[in-house]
């Protein structure tokens, strides 16, 4: 219930905004519905007229004026109603439109207000799915839903109104019906409900296994197991096949069983309708019109049972949808301090001070790191994998925050520091470069959108990838992704490196890219690498010997402690962790 | 279409009843508003048992058309769920019969999309055929022909209403469909965007281009919100134009009616029952351009599933050939290999000879061929020219099973299976005891962390094999490909994440344990291979050099030059 409670808070929320819309829907639902109920009744009163019009044929006495007066007010009743449901889609259609618009624009603005901490800790593919099947589910909802649930309650209430109003006793036969009809929409609404969740497990479970046997073909093939795979695959395929045959039974009676029954009221209607008329004795005329008319509300009264019971289902989804976008407003943001101390231009120094740092409660990564670096100067962070490297790298940027101790730069606590300065002085080059979509020159600007080309090139230049670049058939206008293969992994990270350069950070954080990465370009990248480094104060987590050498210090991590740190040479020379791992590595003959 | 018609004679019976009762569904509705007129007729003649016999046949009608309704959901389901599966199933087992090429010509992530998206489509598709599709035709017609029937004078209206509403149903559905195709775009642009923003957030950070991003976001949503509306738009005039055209068609009757009752006053009686054909007319018309519509995309789906079971296997086993006993020879003859769609070959005019029980090691610059040479050796590959013969027997005549049986590859990329780590060794060697996985795993070095875990061989693998580190998965990946004790070994540099120090072990272990066994081993660094009897040296997808280290140090300048940079490093 504070599920739906809080998904209605949500809706409220963004639709608060469209009052004049909403008062304009209203009224054309209660116009609409006004002159839809009504309708019938000079439908009936047209009939009526048309059967006394003739059977005055009959005995020579024409009077066709009532007949043609009841057609032409049957003819504007239905314009009018008809315009009313014109005016309310068109109201819909801007208020779902403008109002997901802006949920969508929220959600991506809310991504880049918050932690990186969010980032790491959950799937792209479920944040992802939030953009996609969530605001497309409340989308539709609120499309389809929201018009057509309001102007149904109005036509049921107007229905009940005026059939009451005609004749009591046809009304309550036309109504008698309509709790077997709720009662079996709850009961497959409710089945269906339950197969369907069975149903998205089962398809979850063969999805998953399609798709690892897939990508791990080679395996399949290089040992013969195609065979074991279809036998993996079958019980997968009959278990998708029995759920899916149970969900697809009961979510797909609803509407033929729902239209099946408003043709039943509809019989019971003509039979009782001729039969009480018949026997009250009512002209035929009237009689007529009354059973004309009494088939028609017949149709209307179940017309919205049968739409709210199908439209049910997008309602649900709808508010599950709310409830996992609420989620997302929900996080935590970074928290940027107001009024933060600014870091002066040029080259800074910079410090960890005995820091703790742990990512999740009770597993503490860091035990109080201590590293500091001299304006200029450049410190080479060396050590087995996880031992802490990335998550200095992580500090300085203030991705996260340490749980004690201090990170400064410019002895400046981070924390105290402007964030937008604080990123401005530091630039970054992560092991595994990401393209942006859009134009090589549009990534390589991205740090400094309004750089000059002149200053792009040069950077490019300085990054070593000009070159390749120019070589493209469109140059720096050639379209990138993330995903597509203009580039190599060892070129994606040229290219980060240039981006950087152009942004000149006073302090720099380099993550090598480590593997798949050929002799060739390992040694461009070392070149970019180096004249980044020039004269700028520079962390640098080193996987390659080179860069280790050139170090005014290298710094020796091992499960989140600083164990050795000095010169190549002097490490070399204590004959410790260090000068072990270098040898291992290494020498090889 | 084929795999459909492949597909129906098992479901001949369900389709069968599914379309019989649809039939008898759309007859129920169709008779109904004839007896109504009957009513009517009844009323004004006074008679009462007639109304009594036909209000009961009414409400029969009515129970046997909700019945036929439901019967034909349950044989509908039935039939679109049970063909669904079996289209998959074919499905499946003609990827399973595919060769590795086949399989990158389509892409796996595509393979997978066919196979759960695109069967879904198609299963809706059957659905929605068996369900509404056959009714649309049975209503049209019949209510036409009643209608006709109940008051040919006013044939004209009938006329007027189906050209109006096809004139709707034109103009509107192709604006929507091109709409739709917009949308589609803008859809997977927001994705896109959203996409590489979570995978590029620190980038995003770190150069402080929230607002930046938010812009280009925002242009594009704004977009995507233009098109909402648009569409929005046409089905708020459609909708209402349908009422309207059907409400109108009504009026006319009526109005009609009244002239054609000077004449023939039974016209009165039948107005109520021609006025319902009509609307049965109308909805008829909408009900199958919405559903012409919607198969048109299910189409699409159809024939992505076509071209999957059209496909052809290119790398076929000959089936007469009996098992064979092969030995661990591995021969070359001006082998050339060629990728799909590349103008470049791979591999150009390689020969070599390779003797049971060598180590053979293969360097060369990233894209140099020496993958491509390695898959060539378990045939996942066929070469365009030349033969590549495994024990003397030329692959193309190979029994599958006896080479499968005799190679064994173990990739560059580690791949796992979620289950156990005994399900995924197994996959080397069928039913491998306790003490073969022992065995391997020794040799792969995985020993060490397989008996830190709390069930060792029965430890779970989750999916993408998130609980196992690089290394780990390497290691496992080994000891799956020396479980079956082959006598050919490939390692297409499997040990990459390895440190050092566990990657001289893993060797050690395959000198000792696997001494009769050829083994293959691509390197990036040097000191993987320098161990080897000869060592292959490919640049561009020519074999440069061949020899021992020390043999291709003193004469070979392909070598010299790798060797060289990463010398250089060690000693610097």
Same mark, same amino acid.
């Given at each position: ?86 005016? #309310? ?168 069983? #729902? ?18 008329? #018949? ?98 100067? #450049? ?211 | ?23 008898? *569904? ?49 044989? !509908?389901?039935?039939?679109? *769920? ?28 595509? @393979? ?38 109940? @008051? ?30 917009? /949308? ?16 590029? $957030? ?45 409400? /109108? ?41 919405? *559903? ?61 000879? $390779?003797?049971?029980?060598? /180590?053979?090691? %293969? ?25 590549? !013969? ?103 540099? !499997? ?47 020519? @074999? ?17 030059? %790798? ?10």
């Amino acid at each position: 219930m504070s599920d739906v409670g809080r998904s209605m808070r949500f809706f409220y929320h963004y639709l608060k905004r469209y009052k004049i819309s909403f008062t304009i829907v209203i009224i054309a639902i209660i116009v609409s519905t006004y002159f839809q109920v009504k309708a019938p009744i000079y439908l009936g009163k047209a009939v009526t007229s048309l059967a006394k019009y003739v059977f005055g044929l009959m005995h020579g006495v024409s009077n066709k004026g009532d007949f043609v007066h009841f057609v032409w007010l049957l003819g504007l009743f239905y314009f009018i109603g008809v315009l009313g449901t014109f005016v #309310m889609n068109i109201a819909i259609t801007y208020i779902t439109g403008y109002s997901t618009n802006r949920m969508r624009r929220g959600l991506f603005g809310k991504l880049q207000r918050m932690t990186i901490r969010f980032f790491d800790s959950h799937q792209d593919g479920d944040i992802l799915s939030r953009f996609t099947s969530d605001l497309d589910n409340i989308s539709n909802a609120l499309n389809e839903a929201l018009g057509e649930i309001m102007a149904n309650i109005a036509l049921m209430i107007g229905i009940l109104i005026i059939m009451f109003q005609q004749n009591v006793q046809m009304a309550w036969v036309t109504i008698a019906s309509a709790p077997i009809a709720i009662i079996l929409a709850t009961f497959l609404i409710n089945r269906t409900r339950k197969y369907t969740d069975i149903q998205q497990d089962e398809v979850g479970k063969l999805n998953g296994y399609i798709n690892e046997q897939i990508a791990g073909q080679k395996v399949n093939i290089t040992n013969g197991l195609q065979q074991d795979s279809i036998d993996g695959f079958l019980p997968h395929n009959e278990n998708v096949r029995k759920a899916t045959t149970r969900a697809q039974t009961y979510s797909g009676m609803l509407f033929p069983l #729902m239209q099946g029954m408003s043709l039943v009221n509809t019989a019971i209607v003509i039979f009782a309708g001729s039969w009480i008329a #018949m026997n009250s004795g009512m002209s035929r005329a009237a009689a007529l019109g009354l059973v004309v008319v009494f088939v028609q509300y017949s149709q209307q009264f179940y017309q919205p049972i049968t739409q709210i019971s199908t439209l049910y289902s997008m309602f649900q989804l709808a508010v599950t949808g709310a409830r996992r976008l609420n989620q997302m407003f929900d996080e935590p943001e970074e928290i940027r301090p107001e009024k933060g101390a600014i870091i002066p231009a040029g080259s800074t120094s910079a410090a960890l001070n005995d820091v703790h740092f742990s990512y999740d409660k009770g597993r503490e990564i860091l035990h109080g790191v201590s590293i500091d670096v001299e304006p200029g100067k #450049m410190v080479a962070l060396v050590g087995p994998t996880g031992s802490g490297k990335t998550t200095v790298m992580n500090l300085l940027n203030r991705f996260y925050d340490v749980d004690s101790g201090t990170v400064s730069i410019d002895n400046k606590d981070v924390r105290q520091v402007d964030m937008t300065n604080l990123r401005d002085h530091v630039g970054i080059v992560l092991q595994d470069s990401v393209l942006f979509s859009g134009t090589i020159a549009f990534n390589i600007k991205y740090g400094k959108p309004d750089a000059t080309d002149e200053e792009m090139i040069a950077a490019a230049k300085q990054a070593n990838i000009h070159d390749f670049i120019m070589s493209l058939d469109d140059g720096y206008d050639t379209k990138v992704t993330d995903e597509n293969s203009v580039f190599s992994t060892g070129q994606k990270q040229l290219l980060s490196i240039a981006r950087t350069i152009l942004t000149n950070p006073s302090l720099l954080i380099l993550d090598e890219a480590t593997s798949n990465v050929d002799t060739v370009t390992e040694a461009r990248i070392q070149k970019a690498m180096d004249a980044v480094v020039q004269g700028r104060t520079s962390f640098v987590i080193a996987h390659r010997l080179k860069t280790i050498l050139n170090a005014d210090k290298i710094v020796v991590l091992k499960d989140g402690n600083v164990i050795e740190q000095g010169t190549h040479q002097q490490l070399l020379n204590e004959h410790g962790f260090y000068s072990e791992l270098y040898h291992n590595q290494f020498v090889f003959e | 279409m084929k795999i459909i018609r492949a597909n129906i004679k098992p479901f001949a019976w369900g389709i069968f009843w599914a379309i019989f009762s649809a039939a008898v *569904m759309a007859a129920a509705s169709l008779w109904q508003p004839k007896l109504l007129q009957n009513v009517i007729n009844a009323i004004i003649a006074n008679n009462n048992h007639k109304i009594l016999t036909i209000g009961i046949t009414l409400i029969v009608i009515a129970l046997v058309g909700l019945i036929a309704g439901v019967l034909n959901t349950i044989f !509908s389901a039935k039939v679109a *769920m049970g063909m669904a599966a079996s289209i998959r199933e074919m499905a499946y087992r003609k990827i399973q019969a595919f060769s590795f090429s086949n399989i990158e010509r389509f892409s796996a992530g595509s @393979l997978v999309v066919r196979l759960t998206n695109d069967i879904n489509q198609v299963q809706n598709l059957i659905m929605t055929v068996l369900q509404a599709l056959i009714r649309v035709p049975i209503m049209f017609v019949g209510a036409l022909i009643l209608a006709l029937n109940t @008051l040919p004078q006013l044939w004209w209206i009938i006329v007027i209403q189906i050209v109006l509403v096809m004139l709707v149903v034109l103009s509107t559905f192709g604006r929507m469909g091109r709409r739709f195709g917009l /949308m589609q775009t803008l859809i997977d642009r927001v994705n896109e965007l959203a996409k590489e923003n979570l995978t590029g $957030v620190r980038v995003v950070k770190s150069f402080n281009q929230e607002n930046n991003e938010q812009k280009r976001f925002n242009t594009v949503s704004d977009k995507l919100n233009d098109q909402n509306i648009g569409v929005g738009i046409l089905f708020s005039l459609m909708i209402p134009a349908f009422m309207l055209i059907g409400n /109108m068609a009504v009026v006319a009757a009526i109005y009609f009616t009244g002239d054609i009752a000077q004449t023939h006053p039974g016209a009165v009686a039948a107005i109520a029952s021609f006025i319902n054909y009509l609307m049965q007319i109308m909805f008829a018309i909408i009900n199958g351009g919405m *559903m012409l519509t919607f198969s048109a995309r299910a189409m699409v789906s159809l024939n992505r599933l076509n071209e999957i079971m059209n496909t052809e296997p290119d790398i076929v086993y000959k089936k007469d050939v009996p098992e064979q006993d092969l030995t661990g020879s591995v021969k070359f003859d001006h082998v050339s290999f060629t990728y799909d769609g590349d103008d470049q070959p791979t591999l150009s005019d390689i020969s070599f000879d $390779v003797k049971p029980g060598e /180590m053979i090691g %293969i360097v060369g610059a990233t894209g140099a061929g020496k993958s491509t040479l390695a898959q060539l050796i378990p045939r996942l590959f066929d070469p365009q020219s030349g033969t590549v !013969s495994v024990g003397g027997v030329n692959l193309k005549d190979v029994n599958e099973r006896s080479l499968r049986k005799t190679v064994a590859f173990v990739l560059q990329r580690a791949i796992l299976f979620s289950g156990t780590v005994a399900h995924n060794l197994q996959q080397g060697l069928k039913n491998a005891s306790i003490a073969d996985m022992d065995r391997a795993s020794k040799i792969s070095q995985a020993a060490e962390f397989i008996d830190r875990l709390p069930n060792r061989y029965d430890a779970n693998i989750e999916e993408r094999s998130s609980n196992f580190s690089g290394g780990q998965k390497q290691r496992l990946s080994i000891t799956r490909g020396v479980i079956g004790r082959p006598k050919i070994l490939i390692l297409d540099d !499997s040990t990459s994440a390895l440190d050092a120090e566990s990657e001289k072990l893993v060797q050690e272990a395959l000198n000792h344990e696997l001494k009769g066994t050829t083994t293959f081993v691509i390197a990036e660094k040097i000191s993987s291979v320098i161990n080897a009897n000869r060592i292959l040296v490919l640049d561009n997808g020519k @074999l440069v050099g061949e020899g021992t280290h020390q043999e291709l140090v003193a004469n070979n300048h392909f070598y010299q030059e %790798i060797y060289e940079t990463q010398k250089g490093k060690g000693e610097a």
